[in-house]
């Protein structure tokens, strides 16, 4: 079935560091794929999508690339501050059925000032 | 707009028991969808409801079982409880017929099991 895989955390940076953690994923289709972030205490936010092949998709200074060729989804950052802090999950949703939502195991982020 | 809403917040159960979590949908959506998620894992897909009809079903067993109502609401009920069964339960809802796959999450009900 379909699978998404994350790089190992915890991740510590310093404040305006550059950040990326990397996803990659296994499906039969043609996913969607997405970023969820998820602070301590609270579900989960919807950061970024992207929804076909070299698709960019970009929030609040993060950006991800739909490589279809790596089957990647990689989460970059030019410069994380303390409250980008939290758990970040790659996610892919099929296109048939249910369209329910694969996520990997997440990936926890620390920034220290 | 109403974003999504869950009770109760925090809910303490013994094994053997049942119980009933709730969702109210997001304003304008037709889909809710339940998801457990372990502590230090990624939210597992449970099942999906669209127009108050199961529409797909993770590997979760039989006493997992769900409703949506008219106005979009859902419940999750889970009998005999087992002490795996501890986790936090996210609903997350969206509108299907428009061919968007995004889902919006609540923050979630946190389920303990002595």
């Known amino acids: 079935g379909d699978s998404v895989t994350q790089m190992e955390g915890p991740v510590t940076l310093s404040e305006e560091a550059f950040l990326t953690i990397n996803c990659t994923y296994t499906?039969?289709?043609?996913?969607?794929l997405f970023w969820y972030v998820q602070y301590p205490g609270e579900g989960l936010q919807l950061l970024l999508k992207?929804?076909?092949?070299?698709d960019k998709g970009s929030n609040k200074g993060f950006e991800a690339t739909y490589r279809k060729e790596t089957t990647s989804f990689h989460l970059e950052k030019g410069s994380v501050q303390v409250s980008d802090s939290a758990v970040y999950f790659c996610?892919?949703?099929?296109?048939?059925?249910?369209?329910?939502?694969?996520f990997g195991q997440g990936t926890r982020l620390t920034i220290n000032p | 707009e109403t974003g999504v809403t869950q009770s109760p917040t925090h809910l303490i159960k013994t094994r053997g028991q049942q119980v009933t979590l709730r969702c109210s949908s997001q304003?304008?959506?037709?889909?809710v969808s339940w998801y457990q998620q372990a502590l230090g894992q990624g939210p597992q897909f449970i099942f999906q409801?669209?127009?108050?009809?199961?529409?797909g079903r993770g590997n979760f067993p039989p006493r997992f079982s769900g409703l949506q109502f008219p106005n979009y609401s859902s419940e999750l009920n889970v009998n005999a409880l087992e002490l795996d069964d501890s986790a936090l339960y996210l609903c997350a809802s969206s509108y299907r017929d428009r061919g968007r796959r995004e889902q919006y999450f609540g923050p979630g009900t946190r389920l303990t099991v002595t």
């Open positions: 992207a929804t076909k092949a070299d």
């Open positions: 499906a039969t289709g043609y996913p969607s």
């Open positions: 996610a892919l949703s099929d296109r048939q059925g249910a369209q329910k939502l694969v």
């Open positions: 409801y669209y127009r108050e009809e199961e529409n």
């Open positions: 304003s304008g959506h037709n889909t």
